[in-house]
Every structure is written in structure tokens, then in C-alpha cells.
């Protein structure tokens, strides 16, 4: 088993059993920093080295996911979950975006599992993180001569997590590979050690939302399992149709199984004040984060197999 | 040292992902000083450990007029209390260099 | 706005290593709101300069009614002041949404 | 629980730079206990927001008696006020064991 | 002179010229969790590889010194020195325990000399930390009706330090060598330097201890040379008796001589309250800690070489 | 270009665009000690190499230029600028003192370009750090029988970042390259990477300073480009003297040109209370910090070249 695995498993462990282990949230911070910029600059590299004609195509069909993916989940929410109007669309933008920590995992499994995937994954992941932020607040709100597009725009294009991501994109790609190589004694020797760590903080964090579960009831759980497994498909049967790898499929089903637990809840907390974050977070941590993590991306990978007519 | 009014501390604990937001407000009210702590706590909306991005709450603590005071409150209870983990408190304090405070 | 009772500010400044013990004793008594912040000061058991592990202080307010107030002072004096580096004091606030409080 | 003086709360807050000269000068006042919380803020001298070396604020809270508390204000008005960012407020505040902080 | 003492002296001696040095707690936590895993890991990482049938007995061996340790200072505590019953307790759960710190330097000190040692020695140091708790606490306290052992388990067990500690060990254990591998970058390739921040903290963190010490006078001066030397001894022996080699010799010797002031005191400061935690930190702190850093090790590396016969 | 610029500027926009970007104090305190104590260490290795007859006239030019460049600039900001005294004096001491986070800029821009430089060149930045404050402090109090010699020696050698460059240099010197070498894994290998994370928090930083540049009008923009390229070229002109290679001569013409914003603000504002700590560092954090860093070292090194004789 991949040792991340094991960091995030004792980290939910510990929190469980009530021990007294935190880590400072400066230290949360910190690592959550350097796993953005690193996937942010591993993408950019990438881009660097890649022809623009293969890749505009797949950032288009990728973004198109981006948008659907929210419009796709907020009636069943709605009509299905009877959540609120603001809930559900704070849910649809939380499940339509990416979680950035189950990204890395899936990338540490494919590696650890040594499967081959497209290496501008990164690039997806900061296409996906923004639309369906967009989505969900129009979604909540409508669109009206009130709409202030300038603070919705700020609210999602300048979030700490897709300045740091595109940020990081943008170096990579202007510096290529050799001028990214003298910051790789940070940034790429320490990846799977600071996601280790990253691992463990969410752990302990996703302890405090799993108990806070119970409030919200079944439903929540339902589509806590139902939503990542549905889009994953979508996830799966885009990458085939691009015609990914196996291991690129795998990631982009992954991706969007994911739910936001950084990006998303800051922004729809100040753009969709009536919206209760406890229950989006306790959807995104509580279930889908370890579910993604301990059982999806392998059950994931498996569908990528399958759509690929590669057998079993 | 002169100590010739009466001024007001105002407290409000609420949500970090709204500092932004609510300095700007408070700027707009006219407030021209104000103090933030970074603190965790428990209430009506739940536990908010600080461990992490979105769960940390800030303690702003204004000194200023009473009657600043009083638009303060009311301004934050119309437009937050509803939605967001908020309590806010108001007590005496007195001050030297009362100007400061009035400005 | 409403101000119909005169809520108490409670505030106990202790170890952070009792942080634990301390908000399980708090909700016991029926606290059901509080905000910690992480301090460091000195006082009769010494410098307490929050450089590491157990060596920090926290700072905990609790907003509540004047009979718990009383409740929370009691029970600490008699659980934690012989043994711990803890100091309380207690102040009048005028609170708005007093239900939040007394709840 | 005895309650038979009328404590003072000084807070103070100002650069943290100064940390080390202010309580020097503090305990030369006679302050035997104290508490420190490092903060950011807005005032007369700009912005304060704490990101980095020599940019923050802290905040000074001592429990003390009346006539000391009017010293060091008295103090620190005469020596950092024209020359520092730094408020101070006072307020009443109610104590159990008084003779932790008149020691 | 190995560098990492330099960095203990430089945080020392700017501390004792009151320097405006001072390392934020954050970094502090992020140093100590760092070392704890670490360590953990190593420790796991070896047990992999090695037979039960030679560790069980050196595990059971070393168990039962940690449980001795303090019962042969504590009467000595008590009668000899005077210390109240709480705080004669106290001191002996702290000298009875170990600081991981001072493993560490030990382990750098015979990497600087070129020492071998056997590679399974940080489960000594997970097997050594708690039993000295559980015996201190018993012996401040006295085993009634009422001893509350949930509680107790509670605070021994689930303290930060162990949880990472054996965590790392388990993780360790469980994914082996090449599992460990790509966590090297954040975990071992760093150690060294990290021990390095890690000493410089300490010894601003010991000048203050230092400065205390005045107030307890001459016993505890006395104590806190004399018990880790006196330790050192039955650590020496133990070692040569379950015929460890002179490297890991001088590392059971250390871990006997030296005090805890991680575990040790957070959990006594719940589980007896009534000993004074300044004077148990003065004396691991202010004296036991820079004795075994700076003259203690190579002292009980003497003892070692003695002991196992070799010639000096 | 370098990515550690490319950090800067990401720093720089996303401040300026207002994005909710922020890294916790903590950390920039944890990535300022490592460059600290890393071009500490790197100093002090390379004088374990070199022969002390070399070293001592250097080390002598450097200091006397030390104590010249805030006499040289005291009147100017005093007449023509129309300060105050003493912030004329303060104004003085933060460009007679120098910027490590400029050095190490420079350091990598030689990288970059692959241009040899002489590797003692970290002791120049302890010796330069150090003889400005004394100046600028004298410069604004004068010198009276009240002169508290004590307290200004406590703050000029005592401050954060004096203590540990020296502490760094004192022990790379005392154990040489090969005690470094273990420590390179934390200290040496992930530097660049460091740099980069700790140019992003300046970027953040300068935004801030750049915005209260307004306040204080033309003046004040005007020393901020001169008194650098002023100083550029005495330093520039030592260099040649000294003999110094192309690289070395540009590293120290950047010495020169460097605005302190770390030790110089902390020092003077107890020394010197009635100096304007904001002007001071909206010229050095506001202007000279990014002059230099994104324009200045490519002039000075051209300004080397020219001085050397080296055709362009
Ligand atoms: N009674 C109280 N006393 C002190 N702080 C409180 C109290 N109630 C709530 N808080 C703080 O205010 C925040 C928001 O409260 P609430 O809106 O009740 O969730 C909490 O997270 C606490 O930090
Ligand atoms: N007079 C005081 N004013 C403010 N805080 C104090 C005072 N005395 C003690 N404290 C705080 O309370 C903690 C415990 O106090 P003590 O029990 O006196 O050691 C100290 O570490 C300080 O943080
Ligand atoms: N009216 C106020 N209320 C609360 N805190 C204030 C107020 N004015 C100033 N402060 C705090 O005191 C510091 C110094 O204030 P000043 O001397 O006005 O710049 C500021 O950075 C704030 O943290
Ligand atoms: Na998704
Ligand atoms: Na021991
Ligand atoms: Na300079």
C-alpha cells in the first residue's frame, strides 16, 4: 500500500481516538503552498514541451466538463436530496470543482502502481477548479442587473489556491524544464513527503467532519457516494473520448469525482452567504475525500480499464 | 492625560473568510482603527478549531464612540448575523488621547 | 437591536495543556459558546513564553449570564487555581441577540 | 470567591518591536503579571498586518490595581505615544484571589 | 565537532546574551513532527527487515528497564533529595522516559565517527517512552479504586509524541524500504539540517531553563547529572548483556541517561498536577539535556567501549 | 529568466490585483532563517578554504565602505532631500546596509548566467550588515556622554538576522566543507527553492509598500533609484580594486546598491524612535527592493563588466 495512504489513515486514526495530535494550521498552510505550486509548476513544464494544437482541444472539452458538471448534479440535488436552493448550489460548485489533495493521491497511486499517464494532468486541474465555482453562484443567485460580475470574477480567479496553481503553471511554462530544475530540492524531491504530511493534517481534519455526519443524515452520505461514482464516469468516458491513456483517463475520472474542500468553500462562503458550509463540508470531507482516497481512484482506475477495452 | 469621554469597545467573533468583506464595511461606517486577533472557538454554528483554511474565526475589537458603536451593531446584525458564526460584544473602557479614537 | 439583560464577560488566561480538561469542565457547567486565542504572559508560576510544546497559555471568553458567570468562576478557583497558572476576571457587556447566550 | 477590590484591565496595544523595551519599562512600573497576544491592526500610523518581521502588532492586557494602572498610563503616553503606534484602554473588571495582581 | 552541537551552542549563547532570536512555535511543532516521524519511520523500516525471534527478547529486555528506571530513582528522589512525593514522581517519569532529541544527536554523533550500530534502535525509543509514564503516575498517585486507567491509557498512549512516533514506526514497518523510498525526500535527506533548527531552538528553549535553575539550588543540580549518569550505567549494561554491538551499546546508554521534556511532561501536567512542572523542566532542560548533548554521549560511548571490553 | 524572479512578480500582481493570497508570519520567519543561516553557512565554508592574508585587506576595504556609504549619503537626503535629521539618518543606515534577500538574488542571477564569482562573498553581506546601523544610529542621536554604547552594540550584533549569518559563518568555518555536507540535503538543496517561496512573500510585501509610496511624492522615489545606483558604482569600484572577478565585482556593486529591510528597520526603530519607520521602508521594500531585484543586478553586472575592461 502507498505510505500516503497510511499518513492520512493515522491522522484519522489519531483524531478518532481523540489524541491530542495537531499540526499548526501555519504548517497546513505551508504544505498546502507547496503542493500547489509544485503541481502548478510540474503542469507548466508540461505545457512547455507539448504542441498547442493537441492540447486547445482538450482544454476546451475539459472546460466544457467544468461547466456541465454542476449543471448536471444541481437538479438531483435539488428535486432528489430536497436540499435547499443554495445548498444544492453550493454542493453542485463543491462536486463539479477539484480537491487538489486527491489529485496528488492519484498521481502518487499511478506511480506507485508505475501506470503511464498524460503529463499536463496538472493543466486540467486548474481548468476545473474555476467553472463550476461560476456555476454554483449563478446557480444560487440567477443572473440580474444586480449581478456583480467584477467580485464574482475576483472571488474565483483570485482565490489563494488558483493564483498559486496558475501562478505556478504560468513559471513552469515560461521557464521550461531546465529553468524549473534548480528549485526541484523543494519543490519535486520533497512532493511525496510533504503530501505525506498533507495527508496526515487531512486526516485529523476529516475526523472532525465525519462526526459531524450524524447532523445531516443519510441523504448527504448518499450523494456523497453517489455524485463522485456518477462523475467519475463522466471523468472516465471524457478521457477515453480524448483518446488518454489508461493512467490519464484514470485521472481525469478522478478529477472529476473530487470535491473542493479549498477553493470552493471560499468563495461560495462570501458569494452565497445563505448556503451552510458545515453541510458541503461535511459532503466533501466527511465522505467523498477519504472515499476518493481509500477506495475510489483504484475503483476508478479499474472503469478507465474497462472504457479502454483493456482487459482486466 | 485627559480622559474627557466616554468611549465604546466593540468585539465581533466571526467567520476569517470574511475579514475582507467586513474591513471594508467597517471602513465604510467610518471606523478608523480596529485590532485583529486570530482565535478558534465553539458556538451556535458549531466548532471553528482554526486548524485549517476556512475554519479559523478572527476577534476584531474596535475602540470608538458610542454612537459609531451603536451603527456598528446594527449594521452587523442587519447584514451578518444571519448567515455567518457571529456574536459581537460592546463595554466602557475609558482612553488617553480621546482624539484618536473620534477622529 | 435588543440589550434586555447584562451579560458577563468571562476571561481565563491558563496552560494550554490543560486546554483539553478545561472546555470538557466549561461545557459541563453548561457553557455553550466560547473563543480561545493562543497567548503567552507571565505571572506568579513564572514566564510562560509560548516558545514550544507545553510551555504557551491560552486565553478563553466566554460571553454568558451572571449566574454562570459565577458558576465557572467557583468551580475553577476550586479545581485549577492551586495547581495551574490560571488567572480569570469578569466584566459587563451589553450584548444584541442575548438568546445567543443564554441559550 | 472574594471580590473586595475594583481591578483595573489595562490593554495595550502597540508595535511588537518594542516588545522587550515596553516590559522592561513595565515591570520597573512594578506590573507583576501580564499577557501577550500577537495581533494586527489599523490606526493613525497605517496599515499593521502582521505578515512578516517588524510589521505586527502585539497586545499587552495586565490585571492590576487603579493607582498602577494610572501609572503606567500616565508612562507610556509620555514615552512611546509621539513616537509609536500604540492605543491603550482601561476598563473595570471583577477578580477572584485580588491578591494575584496587588502583589 | 559535529556541526549540529554548533547549532546548540549558537542558539545557547545568543539566548544567554539575550539576542531578539526566537524561532515561532509553528516552526517549533514543524521541526519536532518532522524528527518524531522520521525517526519512526527508520525504526519501522528496519523492524521489516528483521527476524521477531531476535527482537522480541530486546524489546521485552528494554520494556522492563523502562518500567525499573523509575522505581530506582524515585525512592532515591524522594529520601535522598527531599522532593515532595508528587514531584519525586515527576522527575522520575521524566528521567525514566527519553528524549528523542537527544536519540537523535546520539545517532549523529556515531554517524560523524563512523560507529555502526544496530539499525532497529528507534523502537527502542518508542518502547522506552511510555512504560516510565504510566510508572511515575502510578507512583505520585497510588493505584485505588478510583485510578482512572481510561484516562491514563489516554494520556500515555495518545500524547503527539508517541502517536507519531509509533505511527512512523508502524507505516514504516508496514510498507518496508522501498515503500519508505520516495518519502525520503522530505524525511531523511533533510534530517540532518532539520536536527540542526531543531538543537539552535533547543538551545534558546535550555538558556531559559537555565535561568531557573538558580531557584531549585544544588540538588536538583546534583539529580540532574547524577541520575543520567547512574542510568547510562544500567543502559550500558543492558546493552551488553543483550549483546549489542559498542554503537548501539552507546545509544541505550543514551536513552537511559536522558529526560524527557516532550511526553513526559505534558502528561504528567494532567495526570498530577500538584508536581511542579518548572522544576522537572529546569532539570531535563536546564541541565540533563545540554550535559548528554555536549559531554554525555561521547561519555557513554567511553562507557560502551569499556564495558564491551574493547580497548579504548 | 530566472523563476525566482518570475516568484517575485507573481508575488507583486496577485497583491496588487487584491487576491486573498497571504502566507502565515510563521513561515516567512522559517524560509528567512534557512536563507539566513544557509548563506551563513556557505560563508563560512569557503573561509575555511582561503588563505587569511587574502581575506583580511578585503575584509578590511569592505567594512571601511560599510561605515563610508551612510556618511556619504546622510547629507544628500539631509540638503537635497530635506528630510529630517532623523530620517535622513535611518534612510542612511537601510542603504549603507544591505539586503540578504538582494544578495541571494544576485547569487542566482550569476547562477543563471553561469558567471563565476568568488565564493567568499556571504562574509561580505555579515561584514556590510552591520556598520551602517552604528553610523546611522550616531548620525541621529550624536554622540553625547549619554551615548548608551551598551544598548547599541546589544541591537546592531544581537538582531535576528545579524546572529544567525554570523552564527552560520562561524560554524561552516569551524567544520569545513565536509561537516557541512550533511546538512546540504535541507540547507543547500532546496536554497532555490527557498528563494523562490521567500521572493513570492516579498512580492506580497512589496505591494503593500508600493502602495504607500504616494504618500511620500517624488523626493522619495527619486533616492530610492539614486542612492542605489550611486552606491553600485562605489561598490562596483571597491571590487575592481580589490581585484575582484566580473561576478564577485557585480555581488558586491549589488551589496552596495541594497536597501537592509530586515536588521536596519528592527535596530533603528528602538535606537531611533523619532525616524519614520514607513518612509524608510516604502523606499526600501518599495522601490529599491524591486529596482533591484527585476533591473538593478543586470546593470551592476553590466557596470562590472565595464569596469573590468571586459568588452560588453
Ligand atoms: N458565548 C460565547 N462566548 C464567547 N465566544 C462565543 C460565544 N458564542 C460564540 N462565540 C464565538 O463566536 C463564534 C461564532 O458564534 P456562533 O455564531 O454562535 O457560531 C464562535 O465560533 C465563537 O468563537
Ligand atoms: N496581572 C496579570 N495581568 C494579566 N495577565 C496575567 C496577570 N497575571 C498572570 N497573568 C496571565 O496568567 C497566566 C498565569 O498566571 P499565574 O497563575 O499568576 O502564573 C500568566 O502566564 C499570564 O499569562
Ligand atoms: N480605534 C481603534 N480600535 C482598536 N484598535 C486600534 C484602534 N486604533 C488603533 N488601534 C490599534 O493600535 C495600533 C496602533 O494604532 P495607531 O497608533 O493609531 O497607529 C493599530 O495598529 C491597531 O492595531
Ligand atoms: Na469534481
Ligand atoms: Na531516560
Ligand atoms: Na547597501
Redesign the interface.
Known amino acids: ?3 500516503i495512504i ?2 492520512f489513515l ?1 491522522g484519522l486514526i ?1 483524531a478518532l ?14 504544505l ?2 507547496l503542493l500547489l ?1 509544485t503541481i502548478g509548476l510540474k503542469g507548466g513544464v508540461e505545457l512547455a514541451t507539448q504542441p498547442m494544437s493537441t492540447l486547445l482541444p482538450q482544454m476546451a472539452a475539459v472546460i466544457v466538463m467544468g461547466f456541465l458538471l454542476p449543471l448536471f448534479s444541481f437538479p438531483l440535488l435539488l428535486k432528489l436530496g430536497r436540499f435547499k436552493r443554495a445548498d444544492a448550489a453550493s454542493l453542485a460548485a463543491h462536486y463539479g470543482s477539484v480537491s487538489v489533495g486527491t489529485f496528488a493521491v492519484a498521481v502518487a497511486y499511478l ?1 506507485h502502481q508505475q501506470i503511464e499517464y498524460e503529463s499536463h494532468m496538472p493543466l486540467f486541474v486548474v481548468l476545473l477548479e474555476v467553472p463550476a465555482i461560476i456555476v454554483g453562484i449563478i446557480l444560487a443567485k440567477g443572473i440580474t442587473r444586480e449581478t456583480n460580475w467584477k467580485a464574482l470574477a ?1 472571488e474565483t480567479f ?3 489556491s488558483i ?2 496553481l496558475l ?1 505556478g503553471l ?2 513552469g511554462w ?2 521550461g524544464p531546465s ?2 530544475e ?13 503530501l ?2 498533507f495527508l496526515l ?1 487531512m486526516g ?2 476529516t475526523a ?1 467532519h465525519v462526526s ?1 455526519l450524524r447532523k445531516y443524515g443519510i441523504p448527504l452520505i448518499l450523494f456523497g457516494l453517489g455524485l463522485p461514482l456518477a462523475s467519475a464516469c463522466i471523468g472516465a468516458l471524457l478521457g477515453s473520448f480524448l483518446d488518454l491513456s489508461v493512467g490519464g483517463t484514470t485521472i481525469l475520472a478522478t478529477l472529476a469525482a473530487s470535491a473542493s474542500y ?1 477553493a470552493v ?2 468563495a461560495i ?2 458569494a452565497v ?2 448556503a451552510n ?2 453541510l458541503s463540508l461535511a459532503a466533501s470531507l466527511g465522505i467523498t475525500f477519504p472515499f476518493n482516497v481509500l477506495v475510489g481512484i483504484p475503483l476508478y482506475h479499474k472503469l478507465a480499464l474497462q472504457i479502454s477495452g483493456t482487459p482486466l | 492625560m485627559t480622559e474627557t469621554i466616554q468611549p465604546k469597545l466593540v468585539v465581533i467573533i466571526t467567520e476569517s473568510v470574511i475579514e475582507t468583506t467586513l474591513l471594508t464595511d467597517l471602513e465604510n461606517l467610518g471606523v478608523k482603527g480596529f485590532t485583529i486577533t486570530d482565535v478558534r472557538g465553539r458556538g451556535h454554528r458549531g466548532n471553528r478549531a482554526g486548524d485549517w483554511g476556512i475554519d479559523g474565526n478572527i476577534r476584531v475589537e474596535i475602540v470608538c464612540s458610542e454612537k459609531l458603536s451603536r451603527q456598528i451593531l446594527a449594521f452587523l446584525e442587519q447584514k451578518y448575523y444571519d448567515n455567518y458564526a457571529m456574536i459581537t460584544y460592546c463595554s466602557n473602557v475609558s482612553v488617553i488621547r480621546p482624539e484618536k479614537f473620534l477622529g
Chains 1, 5, 6 share one sequence.
Open positions: 500500500m502507498d505510505p497510511l499518513f493515522l489519531a481516538l481523540r489524541s491530542e495530535l495537531r499540526l499548526p494550521p501555519a504548517i497546513y498552510e505551508f498546502s503552498v505550486l506511480g475576483h483570485l482565490g489563494k493564483v498559486l501562478g504560468l513559471i515560461a521557464v529553468g524549473v534548480p528549485l526541484s530540492g523543494l519543490f519535486f524531491n520533497t512532493f511525496k513527503g510533504v505525506a504530511l493534517e485529523l481534519i472532525q459531524s479549498i468553500p471560499a462562503r462570501t452567504p445563505e458550509p458545515a
